[in-house]
T-cell receptor, first 112, second 115 residues
Framework: EAGVAQSPRYKIIEKRQSVAFWCNPI?????LYWYQQILGQGPKLLIQ????????DSQLPKDRFSAERLKGVDSTLKIQPAKLEDSAVYLC??????????FGEGSRLTVL | AQTVTQSQPEMSVQEAETVTLSCTYD???????LFWYKQPPSRQMILVIR??????QNATENRFSVNFQKAAKSFSLKISDSQLGDTAMYFC????????????FGEGTQLTVNP
């Protein structure tokens, strides 16, 4: 069974530039999450989708971050404009049942 | 709101020995789940073990077991016969009935298994 796919694995940009991350969840998983993991910290939820609807985006900095999940499958997370403090690993995860989250390898963002 | 606290930023253990990682949490919910996730250097996080709060019996998965103390809101992970491949960041996580399936993570414990 294919796992959660994310791209790109690494991205370096300058502050005020924009960046987009892509995630393809495990087939059949209705729930998709984006987490931000700053170095040395635990992952923090940015947004949760159920199919193509948003369940929770209370921690998403909406002035610069946006996310969508078209057709209830793939998802894109965008940051525009990026700030230095956005340097982190962005983890995508999907699930079918409570707590059984399956994570991708993450997209590491460095903002200079 | 739920909080998860891991008070040990780093731990080390000799190969084949036993190590226990600590986790405490705070919640007002009565129905919830607790988890330990492992994040190896490749950074793909995988589930190690889960515990349903309504179950009194501690969960066990091969060399991994938990000590769940509901009244004390404590959830520690014991790794027996530690192996070099156990070297990773370990995260304790909480999922409450009202939060659906989304997880709240602790800050993590970096475990190093020494040969």
């Amino acid at each position: 069974e294919a796992g959660v796919a994310q791209s790109p694995r690494y991205k370096i940009i300058e502050k005020r530039q924009s960046v987009a991350f892509w995630c393809n969840p495990i087939s059949g998983h209705a729930t998709l999450y984006w987490y931000q993991q700053i170095l040395g910290q635990g992952p923090k939820l940015l947004i949760q989708f159920q199919n193509n609807g948003v369940v929770d985006d209370s921690q998403l900095p909406k002035d610069r971050f946006s996310a969508e999940r078209l057709k209830g499958v793939d998802s894109t997370l965008k940051i525009q404009p990026a700030k230095l403090e956005d340097s982190a690993v962005y983890l995508c995860a999907s699930s079918m049942s409570v707590g059984e989250l399956f994570f991708g390898e993450g997209s590491r963002l460095t903002v200079l | 709101a739920q909080t998860v606290t891991q008070s040990q930023p780093e731990m080390s253990v000799q190969e084949a020995e036993t190590v226990t990682l600590s986790c405490t949490y705070d919640t007002s919910e009565s129905n919830y789940y607790l988890f330990w996730y492992k994040q190896p250097p490749s950074r793909q996080m995988i589930l190690v073990i889960r515990q349903e709060a309504y179950k009194q019996q501690n969960a066990t998965e091969n060399r991994f077991s938990v000590n769940f103390q509901k009244a004390a809101k404590s959830f520690s992970l014991k790794i027996s016969d530690s192996q070099l491949g156990d070297t990773a960041m370990y995260f304790c996580a909480f999922s409450g009935e009202t939060s659906g399936s989304r997880l709240t993570f602790g800050e993590g414990t970096q475990l190093t298994v020494n040969p």
